[in-house]
């Protein structure tokens, strides 16, 4: 899944020129790290079962960000927390969610379906006919995705998507909330921190001595950088070379490099008419991007 950093900062102008294409690879980057880190966190689910998965690469996660940052703990209001605490419970909500999901059913499927949330939220913040016509698109296609009545695609995985898909429109506010009452990434490492506390009871509950292998501990490791230490790092140079806007455009292809990174790391094959699906709801992300930030 999909933890990205900030999608509501404010628009801002920048020349176009090699540091805009440089800002276009460092997303594209990004994304494609986030899509291959959750390809390979199943493959550890045989080892570690999801909730185990989904535990270690949070824990690195929180660990790696709360050490880099050193967040300042002291001088916050009760707002303050309130806002963090909400911020973490989604962003651990979400992956939970997400990593439930992609148990069950293909990658990419997963993340069309989740996608459906910020999708949601971008409509309704628009409020204009061309948001609702752009997510009449995106219904289409998840309709198309599942043959029409959802009986290709496992319906416990299918829920879990769309509860990712709220949790992750959840986390978009939340985090523009808590950007604004904490300085840099500290709001997000803490978050990070509240998420730990959250999933590493249900993990080890479900999975036990299991996380304790070296083999297992290693490629947990491996999954918290690549789903969340080089996207980080990598989202937050481009947004200092591209407008807000088209960071949201270029993250709305998350569908589809997930189900490349679903074909190529978890053999895992979409039908044309499945492919179609994903592409029609790339293009519906993109258009309600667009329509939301004129």
Known sequence: MTTTVTRSLPLVRHPAGRGSLAGVGLVL???????????????????????????LRIAFAA????????????????????????????????????????ARIPLG???????????????LVSRRAAS?????????????????????????????????GAMW????????????????????????????????????????????????????LAIAVLSS?????LELLALRRLPAATFAVLMSLAPALAATAGWLVLGQGLSPAQCGAIGMVVVASVGAVRVGGR
């Open 29 to 55: 980057a990004g994304s494609v790290s986030v899509q291959f880190g959750s390809a390979c966190a199943a493959l550890l689910f045989p080892r570690a079962g999801a909730l185990g998965t989904v535990a």
């Open 63 to 102: 660990v790696l960000l709360l050490t880099v940052t050193r967040p300042r703990l002291r001088g916050h209001s009760r707002t303050d927390w309130a806002v963090v605490t909400g911020f973490g419970l989604a962003l651990g909500g979400m992956n939970l969610l997400f990593y439930q999901s992609i």
């Open 109 to 123: 499927a997963a993340v069309t379906l989740e996608v459906l949330g910020p999708l949601l939220l971008s409509v």
């Open 132 to 164: 609702f016509l752009w997510a009449g698109l995106a219904l289409a296609g998840v309709c198309l995705l599942s043959g029409g009545d959802f009986a290709s695609l496992d319906m416990g995985g299918v829920a879990f998507a769309l509860g990712a």
């Open 169 to 220: 429109a959840a986390y978009i506010l939340l985090n523009a909330r808590a950007g604004a009452r904490f300085p840099r990434l500290d709001g997000l490492a803490i978050a990070m921190g509240v998420a730990a506390l959250v999933s590493l009871p249900l993990g080890i509950g479900a999975s036990g001595a299991a996380l304790l292998a070296p083999g297992v501990l290693g490629l947990g």
């Open 229 to 233: 230490g080089v996207p980080y790092t």
